[in-house]
């Protein structure tokens, strides 16, 4: 049955929702393990907005060489795995070692994922059917996106 199920999660609570489902999925593959992935936007490298303020110094990104720019990434996706991990506590504990923890950056959030689920070979994606977005549609557009950028199934939760 499934192997690896990817959780996209952006800490709204369809995202929490999904990752309840999947780890009730996994209680019946014993060979299942989760992937709880955060993308982040590359846009928001370099601001402050998940709260890395400082990790530039105020360097205008111009004047990164490669290497440091890296770096910078680098400390922002550390930084919002920390977060998820804290945000997602007793849940995160109870799957123990059948779960990790992943922030992933790229232009695009959907296409980040979609490429996250490829390279891991996940056999299932479960995510929200909507996010933390305030216009309520029928399906938000990272989940569109995903549907968009992946052959792999793909469960949503409400
Ligand atoms: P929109 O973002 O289009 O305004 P929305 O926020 O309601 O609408 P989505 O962003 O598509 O809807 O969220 C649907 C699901 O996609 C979430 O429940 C979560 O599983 C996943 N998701 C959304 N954003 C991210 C992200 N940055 N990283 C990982 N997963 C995400
Ligand atoms: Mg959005
Ligand atoms: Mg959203």
Same mark, same amino acid.
């Given at each position: 049955?499934?192997?690896?199920?990817? &959780? @996209?999660?952006?800490? *709204?609570?369809?995202?929490?929702?999904?990752?309840?489902? %999947?780890?009730?999925?996994?209680?019946?593959?014993?060979?299942?393990? #989760?992937?709880? +992935?955060?993308?982040? @936007?590359? *846009?928001?490298?370099?601001?402050?907005?998940?709260?890395?303020?400082?990790?530039?110094?105020?360097? @205008?990104?111009?004047?990164? !060489?490669?290497?440091?720019?890296?770096? &910078?990434?680098?400390? +922002? /996706?550390?930084?919002?795995?920390?977060? &998820?991990?804290?945000?997602?506590? !007793?849940?995160? %504990?109870? /799957?123990?070692?059948?779960?990790?923890?992943?922030?992933?950056?790229? %232009?695009? @959030?959907?296409?980040?994922?979609?490429?996250?689920?490829?390279?891991?070979?996940?056999?299932?994606?479960?995510?929200?059917?909507?996010?933390?977005?305030? #216009?309520?549609?029928? /399906?938000?557009?990272? *989940?569109?996106? +995903?549907?968009?950028?992946?052959?792999?199934? $793909? /469960?949503? $939760?409400?």
């Amino acid at each position: 049955k499934f192997r690896h199920i990817m &959780v @996209p999660y952006d800490g *709204s609570d369809h995202a929490k929702n999904a990752l309840q489902y %999947a780890k009730d999925l996994v209680e019946t593959c014993p060979e299942a393990r #989760i992937s709880v +992935v955060h993308a982040v @936007p590359s *846009s928001y490298v370099g601001t402050d907005r998940m709260g890395t303020e400082g990790a530039l110094d105020g360097v @205008p990104y111009g004047m990164l !060489d490669y290497e440091e720019y890296q770096g &910078v990434v680098q400390h +922002v /996706l550390d930084e919002a795995k920390k977060r &998820v991990s804290e945000n997602l506590g !007793d849940t995160l %504990a109870d /799957l123990g070692d059948r779960a990790d923890v992943v922030a992933v950056a790229g %232009a695009s @959030p959907a296409d980040a994922l979609a490429r996250f689920a490829e390279e891991h070979d996940c056999d299932l994606i479960v995510m929200g059917r909507r996010g933390l977005g305030a #216009i309520r549609g029928m /399906l938000g557009s990272v *989940s569109f996106g +995903v549907l968009r950028a992946t052959d792999i199934p $793909v /469960l949503t $939760v409400k």
